[in-house]
Each structure stands twice: as C-alpha cells, then as structure tokens.
C-alpha cells in the first residue's frame, strides 16, 4: 500500500521568510495530494490540494509543487506570518475508492 | 451547514469500560472515516465506510469497532477500553468517490483518555 513520509518533522522561521515542507510518496499510481493544516485543538482543514496532471498549484501565499518522476511534493508558504503556526500534513491517495494516506505531520512555528 | 460534528468532545474511561463515539455529517457524503491521532504518528485510519450498511478496517483497527446505519451517522464503538486507546479521535467525511472531489471534511475531535 502507499507510504507518504513527511519532512521536517519541526521547522521554525522568522516571520516574512518562507516555509518548505517535503513530502514523498511510494505509490505510483497515486494521483490526488492535499495539504491539511490544523490548529491547535482543532480538526484538521484542507489548504490546497494538487492531482497528478499538474506540476504546480498555487493560492495567494500557499503553493504546492509536485514531480511524478521523483515521487514527491512540497508546499511553499511565502511571507510567513504568527497565524500560519500550526501543524501541517500532506497526504496522497490512487484510487477514488481508496481512503487518504497521511504523513506524519509537521509542526510550523512562525515567530514574531 | 453544521458540516461534521462529533459527540463527546471529551470523555475519560476505566480500563475495560465500553463507549460509542458518535459522528454526524450535513453534507450527504457517500464517505466516513474514523482517524486516531497521537504525538508522533500523525493521523492513522481506523476504519472507513463507503457507503451506508457499509464498513471496511483501516491501518490501525484493532480494539475497535464501526456502524454506518444511517448515511448521515458513523458510529466507532470500544467494547473494552485499554490505556493504548487514550488518543484523540477524529471522525472525516467526502463525497463519492467514483467524482472527481475526493477533499476530506474533518470534524473537531474527540480527546478520549482510559485510565
């Protein structure tokens, strides 16, 4: 089945600067990758999302990038600010039949 | 739209104890899903249901189990709680999957502790 590993597994920046977040995947048939983030004592929500087709997606400061070559994608967050905080997860799926598969999360710090 | 709720919010159980987890959604999607999320693990699938009348185990289903009677309801039951089911449990709902919408909606959370 698929395996999505994610990292870092902490990253903290300054505020302004950017966020990477690394995610790989074993599956080659997968072909939907959504970002979720999630505050804290909250439920996780969809950011952005990316399917196969395309290389790149992006949405006002948040941006996904994605190699099928290589297997892996990454969400890119620009100008950073203390709301972006949170923990953050990437996860892919195959099939439409198939549930999401997610990585183990990463927990973004923002400082002011 | 109240979107996906989840009933307790929060409980604490003896070793041994049984409880049901309730989880509700307004958006009359075909998908349920039940995750467990603890420090360092990410979110794990216990089980999921593609339909009403329909379970099927995921990842991590032992100690647990689901009914999906309703379309709108998905039930996670522990008939015997231990303390490695002390978790944070969220419950997901997303459309068919046989359309090109395959988001996942997620619910607030449950934070169950079994001492």
């Known amino acids: 089945g698929e395996n999505v590993e994610q990292h870092p597994s902490t990253l903290s920046v300054q505020e302004g600067d950017s966020a990477v977040i690394k995610c790989t995947y074993s599956?080659?048939?997968?072909?939907?990758f959504p970002w979720y983030k999630q505050e804290l004592g909250k439920g996780p929500q969809l950011i952005i999302d990316?399917?196969?087709?395309?290389g790149e997606k992006k949405d006002q400061r948040i941006a996904v990038t994605l190699n099928k070559t290589a297997k892996h994608f990454s969400l890119h967050i620009t100008e950073t600010q203390p709301e972006d905080s949170a923990v953050y997860f990437c996860?892919?799926?195959?099939?439409?039949?198939?549930?999401?598969?997610f990585g183990k999360g990463t927990r973004l710090s923002v400082i002011a | 739209n109240a979107g996906v709720t989840q009933t307790p919010k929060f409980r604490v159980l003896k070793t041994g104890q049984s409880m049901t987890l309730l989880c509700a959604q307004d958006?009359?999607?075909?998908?349920m899903y039940w995750y467990r999320q603890d420090p360092g693990m990410g979110l794990r699938l216990i089980h999921y249901?593609?339909?009403?009348?329909?379970?099927a185990k995921g990842e991590v289903p032992d100690g647990y189990n689901v009914s999906r009677l309703k379309k709108q309801n998905f039930l996670l039951g522990l008939e015997s709680a231990a303390p490695s089911q002390t978790s944070v449990y969220f419950c997901?709902?997303?459309?068919?999957?046989?359309?090109?919408?395959?988001?996942?909606?997620f619910g607030p959370g449950t934070r169950l502790t079994v001492l």
């Open positions: 990316i399917r196969s087709n395309v």
């Open positions: 997901a709902s997303s459309p068919s999957g046989f359309t090109r919408t395959d988001t996942q909606y």
């Open positions: 958006m009359n999607h075909e998908y």
């Open positions: 249901s593609v339909g009403e009348g329909t379970t």
């Open positions: 996860a892919a799926k195959s099939t439409y039949a198939t549930p999401l598969v």
């Open positions: 599956d080659s048939a997968s072909n939907y």
